[in-house]
């Protein structure tokens, strides 16, 4: 019975790679005869499994899509991931309900050797403080943009006002992918009032009905949806994810030090007490900010507009030390 129950799965497993498959070639990776491929088709069929026979000189099978979920066969890795992916889910993402539910049906119907491995895992996802002006993401919102992007039709959809704006605002898109970036949801789109390429959360969208025509998907700039999100996250126009600012320095610091807190950047050793530092930032002032973090004399290797930023945050924190707070105004 192990035997079978084991060749089951590794058969479910082929038939999961979406592609046809002969009865001779199932044959040949199990290792076993056509008559056995036949039988174990009809076991898989019975537990609820959509295979399809394919015509043609040799034949073959496909797994298709079914109406119901069949019984799911998973090997104690793979089920030991899903209950790891779920406890992470449950930690207050969109679908922490329903992954609460799938972890503790899951749990239900797995041996006790699995069962004891997944009562050892205590996970706890931390997420980042939410801004006062982040609302939950409801998952029928997701599924229902979703499958306008599959459709291509286009969707009008209400816009909530956000801590700069006080009024709603409707809005008329091509919508495109929908993505994740820093623990926020997305919706990439192509703005038919605006003319251009927009990225909207989507815990601001309120779909509305009925959707509009369909639409021939435009590309990205850049040829990806990660390249595009990149590159607008880091203000440029989407077709590179380099940053519009760059710069070099040497830090007094030993690059162990620096490592930890460059985030995107580069650190090389020069020696013990030095390295070099190459980053990028939005803006040259933002950039000059975030090198002045390291506490550390700091030699500008180039180019000469980051040079120039350091000298006006320098002027400017000058002024800075030399004002007081509004209570006693500013010193004399």
């Given amino acids: 019975m192990h035997k079978t129950s084991s060749r089951l799965l590794a058969l479910l497993s082929l038939l ?41 000189p040799a034949g073959g099978y496909r797994l298709e899509a079914g109406t119901h979920l069949p019984p799911l066969l998973f090997d104690d890795d793979q089920a030991v991931a899903l209950a790891i992916a779920l406890q992470t889910a449950a930690a207050g993402t969109t679908v922490a309900e329903d992954a609460s539910r799938a972890l503790a049906t899951l749990r239900q119907v797995m041996p006790p050797r699995l069962r004891h491995r997944i009562d050892l895992l205590r996970i706890t996802a931390v997420q980042p403080t939410a801004s ?20 291509r039709e286009e969707l009008r959809f209400d816009y909530a006002a956000s801590s700069s704006t006080s009024v709603d605002n409707s809005r008329r898109v091509q919508p495109h992918h929908l993505v994740t970036w820093h623990q926020r949801w997305y919706l990439v789109a192509w703005d038919l009032h605006r003319e251009d390429w927009r990225t909207f959360r989507v815990e601001r969208i309120r779909p509305r009905t009925p959707t509009g025509p369909r639409f021939a998907p435009r590309e990205l700039p850049g040829g990806n949806v990660s390249t595009f999100i990149t590159s607008r996250f880091r203000g440029n126009g989407g077709t590179t994810t380099d940053w519009p600012c760059q710069g070099e320095v040497v830090l007094h610091l030993p690059a162990a030090d620096v490592a ?11 020696g013990s007490h030095y390295c070099r530092l190459t980053l990028g930032s939005w803006s040259w002032t933002g950039l000059a900010a975030a090198i002045g973090r390291f506490d550390a004399d700091i030699e500008v290797i180039g180019p000469p507009q980051l040079a120039a930023a350091f000298g006006d945050l320098a002027a400017r924190y000058t002024h800075a030390a030399r004002t007081r707070g509004p209570e006693t105004g500013p010193a004399r």
Avoid at 28 to 40: A, E, M, P, Q
Avoid at 132 to 151: F, K, P
Avoid at 264 to 269: N, Q, R
């Fill in 16 to 56: 999961q790679m979406h592609r046809d498959w002969s009865g001779d070639d199932l044959a040949g990776r199990l290792d076993i005869t056509s008559r056995t491929v036949r039988r174990d088709i009809d076991r898989l069929r019975e537990l609820g499994y959509p295979i399809t026979t394919v015509k043609g």
């Fill in 132 to 151: 006062h002006d982040t609302l939950q993401v409801e998952a029928q919102v997701l599924v229902d943009l979703s499958r306008v992007i599959d459709a």
């Fill in 260 to 270: 930890p807190f460059a985030q995107d950047g580069i650190v090389e050793e020069l």
